[in-house]
Each structure stands twice: as C-alpha cells, then as structure tokens.
C-alpha cells in the first residue's frame, strides 16, 4: 500500500522533471550554449570538419534523458497510485 508521503515524492518528482523540460527546451540554448561552445573548440579532422560542423549532439543526448526520465516517472507515478489500495468498506 502506498503511503501519503511516497505519493508526495512521485508527484514532487514528475512535477520537477517536467518543469526541467520545460525550461531547457524554452531557454535551453542559454544554459547549454557556454557547454556547446566549449565542445565546439575542440580541433577536429579536417575530413570530418565539412559533416561535423553544424551538428552537435549534446543537446539532442540531454533532451532524450529527460524525455527517458518523464517517461519513467510518468510510468513509476501511475503505477504507484495503481498499487494504492482503497477500498470502500473501511469498517
């Protein structure tokens, strides 16, 4: 049975994962920028410099790690309310 609090937490969780979506994905660029920048100097081979030069992949990887996360705290909150146990003979 799930207690008050561990409900609290799952909730407190989904809550502060989908705002961190949501932050990242409006102002993103502000947070991440200085982290693509220093990624950027880094000297690359000039066979790969014409394919690799507009992509990067930080932003991409941390956005699918928040999206793995939602889903699987989306995934933990429903099944911790499904395993709260309320019946409606409480005598």
């Known amino acids: 049975m ?12 989904l809550f502060v994962n989908t ?6 994905y409006f102002i993103g ?9 220093f990624a950027s100097k880094f000297p690359i081979h ?3 410099q014409a394919s690799m030069q507009e ?3 930080i932003y991409p990887a941390f956005m ?3 999206l793995v996360f939602e889903f699987v705290s989306i995934v933990g909150f429903v099944f ?6 309320a019946t ?3 005598y």
Do not use: H, K, M, W
């Open 46 to 48: 000039p066979s790969l």
């Open 88 to 90: 409606p003979y409480d």
């Open 29 to 37: 660029n502000a947070i991440l920028g200085p982290i693509l920048d």
């Open 2 to 13: 799930a207690t008050s609090g561990e409900i609290t937490v799952a909730g407190t969780i």
């Open 80 to 85: 911790l309310i499904g395993r709260r146990q």
């Open 55 to 57: 992509t990067s992949y």
């Open 64 to 66: 699918g790690i928040l």
């Open 19 to 24: 705002f961190a979506i949501f932050i990242f």
